[in-house]
């Protein structure tokens, strides 16, 4: 029985994905793919026949994740399926270096301007929804439509404590002001985690107080060093 996420998805998908004509169902218990392309940053396989839709997983996630949803969409489409090089347990070739993101920017431009499919549709998933986002500012050509699925454009706001505001300053003030306050809540949460003092060092002070504690996940204790983490 098909899920409710994955129903819904493919709902959306409805509304978002342009006419195609009908074709008959792929036979079998899977559809074929073809062979992997490898990308410096990322590789790629596509399934089905139709108008373009791409889709691009989150942090270290296999394109496998697309499995229940690729299929149906294969039906009527041709599905490009991103994988990340490193995030299956492949070779992750240039993606040791710094400039992952733009890396994987870089390759799906270039895909899509040598596959001609300029006005696609993308969906990304996390990570992928950003790197969905930062494609559409770079070469806003290349796709119609963005879909981003538990994703937002700046990931820095979710680690925030309260009151600190992650997003880039426009002055040296600013940021001088944001880091200031940011030490003190790490030194006020060394304390409540029995850390605090004269003695103690920053970056014990630092390790024992988790950025989002105050979600109500508790601290590390620094008398007994049990973790909840």
Not at 134 to 157: C, E, G, N, Q, T
Not at 183 to 208: I, K, V
């Amino acid at each position: 029985m098909m899920s409710a996420r994955k129903t819904a998805l493919i709902a959306a998908l409805a509304l978002l994905l342009p006419a195609t004509p009908t074709q008959a169902a792929p036979t079998g218990a899977q559809v074929a793919t073809t062979a992997e392309l490898r990308l410096p940053h990322i590789s790629i396989v596509t399934m089905g026949k139709g108008s373009p839709v791409i889709l691009i997983p989150g942090l270290a996630s296999p394109r496998a994740v697309w499995d229940d949803v690729a299929p149906e969409l294969a039906k009527t489409h041709r599905v490009i399926l991103v994988q990340v090089n490193g995030f299956g347990g492949d070779d992750p070739g240039a993606n040791l270096q710094p400039g992952v993101l733009d890396g994987i920017v870089a390759d799906l431009d270039g895909y899509i301007t040598r596959e001609k499919l300029h006005g696609t549709l993308v969906i990304g998933h996390s990570m992928g929804g950003l790197v969905g986002l930062m494609l559409a500012k770079a070469h806003p050509a290349d796709l119609a439509r963005l879909m981003i699925v538990d994703s937002l454009p700046y990931f820095a706001v979710l680690m925030a404590p309260p009151g600190i505001d992650p997003t880039p300053c426009n002055g040296r003030a600013a940021s001088r002001q944001n880091a200031r306050r940011y030490r003190r809540q790490l030194w006020n949460g060394a304390e409540r985690c029995g850390g605090g003092g004269a003695d103690a060092r920053p970056g014990d002070q630092a390790r024992q107080y988790r950025p989002h504690d105050h979600l109500g996940q508790g601290c590390r204790s620094a008398r007994n060093g049990a973790s909840d983490v």
